[in-house]
């Protein structure tokens, strides 16, 4: 769906549990990015990578955790650590010529 | 870093009518300037970018503005139609990593 696939749409998370959100892209990107965003607010930035093996925090990093073993996959871990984890992830790619292609979501609720 | 504000937080026009959504940023060295539609529960959709060596760039009813010295720039949508109603986001390119500093979106109702 657009070359950039999220898995599950919707994930329900019980208290002290760590989920992990996929995120995969056939567009032979090398970036990738993991967004956050809340109702009536904007995306803030959890991690991002450029290259494979290598990753860097963005601006609200605490409570999750990424890896970036392939170049196609990068993805997310909302650890137990995270006590605010009730929000709509968006992973996003891109190539180089700057625009991101964002991916479908994943709506994640505490439960 | 890079600070981008985006004003106003909710805009609501007469079908036909125009609407103008501004961002301001923070940081000289931000090249590249993205705007994204997002309707309710939906990934955002790139609608039309700006480049800093650029000043406007039109796209049928959208534009784009950039004024590198007052560092803002501005969308805006022409003869506007209900299916224009969205939540819409500016960005400004940070680094060399890509990383982008999102506004914090404009909610814009457009009513028959």
């Known amino acids: 769906d657009g070359g950039i696939t999220q898995s599950p749409k919707y994930l329900f998370r019980k208290e002290g549990q760590n989920v992990t959100l996929s995120c995969e892209q056939n567009?032979?990107?090398?970036?990738m990015y993991w967004y956050r965003q809340d109702p009536g607010q904007g995306l803030r930035l959890i991690y991002y990578?450029?290259?494979?093996?290598?990753?860097q925090k963005g601006d609200i990093a605490e409570g999750y955790s990424v890896s970036r073993e392939k170049k196609e996959s990068f993805p997310l871990t909302v650890t137990s650590a995270q006590k605010n984890p009730t929000a709509f992830y968006l992973c996003?790619?891109?190539?180089?010529?700057?625009?991101?292609?964002f991916g479908s979501g994943t709506r994640l609720t505490v439960v | 870093g890079e600070n981008v504000e985006q004003h106003p937080s909710t805009l609501s026009v007469q079908e036909g009518d125009s609407a103008v959504i501004k961002c301001t940023y923070s940081?000289?060295?931000?090249?590249?300037f993205p705007w994204y539609k997002q309707e309710l529960g939906k990934r955002p959709q790139l609608i039309i970018d700006?480049?800093?060596?650029?000043g406007e760039k039109k796209d049928q009813r959208i534009a784009v503005t950039l004024n590198k010295t007052a560092k803002h720039f501005s969308l805006h949508i022409t003869e506007t139609q209900p299916e224009d109603s969205a939540v819409y986001f500016c960005?400004?390119?940070?680094?060399?990593?890509?990383?982008?500093?999102f506004g914090a979106g404009t909610q814009v109702v457009v009513t028959p």
């Open positions: 996003a790619s891109t190539g180089g010529n700057y625009g991101y292609t």
């Open positions: 567009l032979n990107h090398d970036a």
């Open positions: 960005a400004a390119l940070t680094d060399s990593w890509g990383k982008f500093q």
């Open positions: 700006i480049r800093s060596n650029v």
């Open positions: 990578s450029q290259i494979v093996n290598d990753f």
């Open positions: 940081d000289s060295a931000s090249n590249y």
